[in-house]
């Protein structure tokens, strides 16, 4: 069993930056690969990023986020995180991050089976 809390959520103006957090318990974290996810209002969740197992050294992202987001993880502190930069209206969403286990990097929702409760991303214009 994994537990998983986000944080860094919050209200910014287009543009600015944010540095989403998911902390996790409960077993080895290195050995999930973990994703992040976002759900706006009246849309269904979407893909944003994911990380390999392990080292982290395979990564993915959904496009319209791709060369303004980062995903990384710490072994060591059992985190992940998610740089977001140039922040735009339409990324305001709830972020939720999920874990599986195994090393490959997943990109739907449903081939995670571990998920946090979610933290509000607000970008205004």
């Known amino acids: 069993q994994v537990q998983l809390v986000e944080s860094g959520g919050g209200l910014v103006q287009a543009g600015a930056s944010l540095r989403l957090s998911c902390a996790a318990s409960g077993r080895t974290f290195s050995n999930y690969a973990v994703g992040w996810f976002r759900q706006a209002p009246r849309k269904e969740r979407e893909f944003v990023a994911a990380i390999s197992g392990w080292s982290g050294s395979n990564t993915d992202y959904e496009d319209s986020v791709k060369g303004r987001f980062t995903i990384s993880r710490d072994n060591a502190k059992n985190t992940v995180a998610l740089q977001m930069n140039s922040l735009k209206p339409e990324d305001t969403a709830v972020y939720y991050c999920?874990?599986?286990?195994?090393?490959?990097?997943?990109?739907?929702?449903?081939?995670?089976?571990?998920w946090g409760q979610g933290t509000q991303v607000t970008v205004s214009s």
């Open positions: 999920a874990a599986v286990s195994r090393w490959a990097i997943a990109t739907r929702s449903h081939d995670y089976n571990y």
